[in-house]
């Protein structure tokens, strides 16, 4: 609106001045008549006036529509900064809510499958069997073996359970422990016979029970290996171990 009112008094400005010009064109008196007619210099001298108003007024207008594009310029970079600030915010938030998201999954049960076991993976589960595997590659056997058997009793159900219990039967193994390499390795092998380690934990029963002086029974662990899993590279190394036996 303001804007409008201001091109409205410049257009009127410049009629001003038209009619000026024609007033000194058109009325081309000698010099002397002009200044003895007072009533043409009053009006000369109002219409002069009234162009130097009309010329300030233009100088004022030309001042506010400075200051108006000035003004909208502002506008405009504060709208662009609210915009940025907008999309930061939304960004955050989106931010927060997955982080959000991601941790009450944390808490929450979550079917998984694990090297082909699915099952029910409760809150804390992964990380006590992450934490015992750590120890065992840190060669931490005293902390993998507590952590392995602590986890293989309070998640029996769990989808880890195998694994838990394929490595806690390296670790008797490691350490020495025959026998009950041979336990822990057993009982994973006849829960879960199909088991992608499977292979490989009949090869440290083998191994174990050749060690501990059962030859016989580890013979025969070996031929049942091969039997069993022929392709797997375990049965490879089992056809080794025979042919050192005999």
Do not use: C
Not at 151 to 163: G, I
Not at 204 to 223: D, F, H, M, R, Y
Request: aromatic share 8%; net charge positive.
């Amino acid at each position: 609106m303001q804007i409008k009112r201001l091109t409205s008094l410049h257009h009127q400005t410049a009629a001003l001045a038209a009619v000026v010009f024609v007033a000194l064109t058109t009325y081309s008196f000698p010099a002397a008549a002009i200044f003895e007619d007072n009533e043409a210099r009053k009006a000369i001298l109002d219409l002069r006036s009234q162009v130097a108003v009309g010329q300030q007024a233009q100088i004022d207008l030309q001042n506010q529509l400075e200051q108006a594009v000035q003004e909208n310029a502002r506008l405009r970079g504060r709208t662009e900064l609210l915009e940025k600030q907008v999309e930061e915010l939304l960004a955050q938030q989106k931010s927060f809510y997955q982080d959000l998201n991601g941790r009450v999954k944390k808490f929450e049960p979550q079917v998984l499958e694990i090297e082909g076991v699915q099952g029910t993976v409760q809150a804390g589960e992964k990380e006590a069997y992450e934490s015992a595997l750590k120890a065992f590659q840190d060669s931490n056997m005293k902390k993998a073996e507590a952590g392995f058997q602590s986890f293989a009793k309070k998640y029996p159900d769990s989808p880890y359970w195998p694994l838990a219990q394929f490595w806690l039967g390296n670790v008797n193994y490691a350490q020495k422990d025959y026998k009950t390499a041979i336990a822990s390795l057993q009982a994973m092998v006849k829960r879960y016979p199909l088991h992608v380690r499977t292979p490989d934990a009949l090869l440290t029963i083998a191994n174990s029970q050749v060690e501990s002086g059962q030859k016989p029974a580890g013979k025969k662990t070996l031929e049942s290996l091969i039997a069993k899993h022929p392709e797997s590279e375990a049965a490879g190394l089992a056809k080794q171990a025979l042919k050192r036996l005999k």
